[in-house]
């Protein structure tokens, strides 16, 4: 279960399953379970904390998508953006945790930009 399905889970059940809830909130309840709703269905985007770094080497992979077929090793990164190999490691397995770019090949190991990864940029570019 993920962090965010165990968040709805929790919420749903201690919030918005409780009939005193809704009864003391009456004026804010139907937004927050607009918002609730919306969440569950992943139309809600939050930011995602990222590095100075981390960003760098986002901007990299999403300006550079086409030009690599969206397709990097680590040595790439590191010479398009003048930092060495094991700084780029670094970064990029932090923004696989956030589920911004995935390892998608070994030997060597090839890393992407995932569909989260590039509505993240095109949002905040």
């Not at 918002?35 to 939050?46: C, G, P, S, W």
Request: aromatic share 12%; net charge negative.
């Amino acid at each position: 279960m993920t962090k965010k399905e165990a968040f709805v889970k929790i919420v749903q059940k201690e919030i918005f399953e409780k009939d005193y809830i809704k009864e003391a909130y009456e004026e804010e309840y139907d937004s927050a379970l607009s918002f609730f709703n919306d969440l569950k269905k992943d139309n809600v985007r939050f930011m995602i904390p990222v590095t100075e770094s981390g960003l760098k080497v986002l901007t990299f992979l999403y300006e550079n998508k086409d030009k690599y077929n969206n397709t990097f090793v680590t040595n790439d990164i590191g010479e398009g953006l003048s930092i060495s190999g094991h700084a780029v490691s670094g970064c990029v397995r932090k923004l696989i945790t956030e589920g911004l770019v995935s390892k998608v090949g070994k030997g060597p190991t090839t890393y992407s930009l995932t569909e989260k990864g590039i509505n993240y940029m095109s949002d905040n570019l």
